[in-house]
């Protein structure tokens, strides 16, 4: 299964807040991540991009 | 390198827009989709969800 990383971006800040995310769901303005172990996390931003080859999803922190 | 169905749902219906994405890019109320031979298509829309053990995005379209 693929997995990305998360990584919200808050002005020059850029965080890795989960690995190995297997589900996101956006919920108004905030997206409920799920990990590979079934791990769950809300994080308050919106999605800018979602990208395979890099593995990564950007999140623009609110 | 993993990769998504893409799907607009409008309403009731449910389209298929782009197999095998690799890049999902957002700006403003449109989404770049890059599929894996490099073929793009703007959806006017938002990402609802992305569901890898599904292998779908959903995208709500405007």
Known sequence: MCE??????NGDE???VMES?????VDGDS???TGIFG???IIFGTIKEVDFSKGETIIIGN
């Open 31 to 33: 997206i409920e991540l």
């Open 39 to 41: 791990e769950k996390a």
């Open 21 to 25: 995310v297997t589900k996101m769901v």
């Open 4 to 9: 990305l990383n998360a990584i919200v971006i």
């Open 14 to 16: 850029r965080e890795l």
